[in-house]
């Protein structure tokens, strides 16, 4: 059986997606669905069962779980960047992927964990995902640092060789719609766009960017769940790594984009940031693939014109999800 927890968010629901295309549907989904529109992700997928995610964490300490994991891909987390309540992440990042590994591994379960480029902070010490000096790394929140807590038990247990992390970069696609604030910029201006014509983005207070020249690496989520596929194949491929384009893109690029997609022109105003982040903000990142080429993925990925362009035209002006 193959175990996604987070199964019905965002990358979560389209690794199903992937994997239904694979063949595959001997699938547990684990997840919170309460009353939103989470459950909406889960339409057109094939799997075979559902656990709260609660439910399902009593069964992992209890040692009560009545069917065999043969691999687990573990991405259900809180993703909120904005989270302020320490003891939620900790227990919800960090403590259940503890147990959860600590279920897995000694079953000889493949374990495939989410990790995040969160936990590079300000990216002082790059963004290269070789691990030799993990300690150095400082994340800018709480979120980040709950993701950096686990990949640093995973090196101080000496399993690193064992497993599997990804540290996902910015990414954007189908089935984040029911995200909120935590929804890719992408999808957040294309509301902008449809009821305002314009776009806003943050000014920048580093001297270094102008207003809309921040970057990130931006990988569209169709990548994200390859790339991810690829170890769930390649069983012998082991260790933490990133994934993302090794581009790094403005913000004016991808609302560029974004207002070409939609056949409007461009229109970017440029507002204050909220003080709360500014302190918090993360001006550059860009993947090093280095790692993860080596470890046999080499297929080509989405520029971001084509990616933005593929999900407005496929998803977003067509109001669809993944699977429909």
Known sequence: MIVVTGGAGFIGSVLIWKLNQLGKDNIVIVDNLKSGEKWKNLNGLKFSDIYNKEEFYNLIVEERLPFNIDCCFHLGACSSTTENDADYLLQNNFRYSVELAKYCLPRKTRFIYASSAATYGDGSNGYDDNMNHPENLRPLNMYGYSKHMFDMWIKKMGIGDKVVGLKYFNVYGPNEYHKGDMRSVVHKAFEQVLETGKVKLFKSYNHEYKDGEQKRDFIYVKDAVDMSVHFFENRNKNGLFNVGTAKAR?????????????GKPVNIEHI??????????????????????????????????KGVEDYVKTYLLKDRYIAY
């Not at 403005?250 to 939609?262: I, K, P, S, Y």
């Open 250 to 262: 403005t913000w004016n690029d991808l609302v560029t984009a974004l207002f070409n997609a939609v």
């Open 272 to 305: 204050e940031m909220p003080e709360n982040l500014r302190g918090k903000y993360q001006y550059f990142t860009e993947a090093s693939l280095t790692k993860i080429n080596s470890a046999g993925y080499n297929n080509e990925l989405f520029s971001l014109e």
